[in-house]
C-alpha cells in the first residue's frame, strides 16, 4: 500500500487543520491506521490511532479533546481533524498503515507503511 498525506501548513495558535491520508494499492479496510508526528530533534510519537473500520480510535494524551482521527474505507483515506492547536503541535505528520488492523497500534514498529510526512506549524 502506497500513502500520501496533505493538509499541513502554517496555522495561528487555537486554530484548526484537517489531514487526509490517501490509500494506494491494497484496500484500506485491510489496514489499521494511525497518525504520527515529528518534532525537530525528537523522536516520532503516536498521535491517534483507528482499526479498520473505525469503531476502535486511541489518542496520544497531549491529543485528547482536541484531536480526532476518522476513516471513510469507500474514499481509501483517512483522516485527522486537529482543533485549538498549540506551538507543541508543530512538526511533520505522518500517515501509516499496519495490516493488525483489529486493534490499535501506538507504537512506530508495529506499523509497516509509512506517507511522506505533511508539515504543521502552529504560531504563537
Known amino acids: 500500500v502506497q500513502l500520501q498525506a496533505s493538509g499541513g501548513g502554517p496555522v495561528e495558535a487555537g486554530g484548526s487543520l484537517k489531514l487526509s491520508c490517501v490509500s494506494s494499492g491494497r484496500a484500506l479496510s485491510d489496514y489499521g491506521m494511525g497518525w504520527f508526528r515529528q518534532a525537530p530533534g525528537k523522536e516520532r510519537e503516536f498521535v491517534a490511532g483507528n482499526t479498520w473500520s473505525g469503531a476502535t480510535t486511541s489518542y496520544a494524551d497531549s491529543v485528547k479533546g482536541r484531536f480526532t482521527i476518522s476513516r471513510v474505507n469507500a474514499k481509501s483515506t483517512v483522516y485527522l481533524q486537529m482543533g485549538n492547536l498549540k506551538p507543541e503541535d508543530t512538526g511533520v505528520y505522518y500517515c501509516?498503515?499496519?495490516?493488525?488492523?483489529?486493534?490499535?497500534?501506538?507504537?512506530?514498529?508495529?506499523?509497516?507503511?509509512w506517507g511522506q510526512g505533511t508539515q504543521v506549524t502552529v504560531s504563537s
Open positions: 501509516a498503515a499496519r495490516s493488525r488492523r483489529h486493534s490499535v497500534g501506538t507504537t512506530v514498529e508495529t506499523y509497516e507503511y
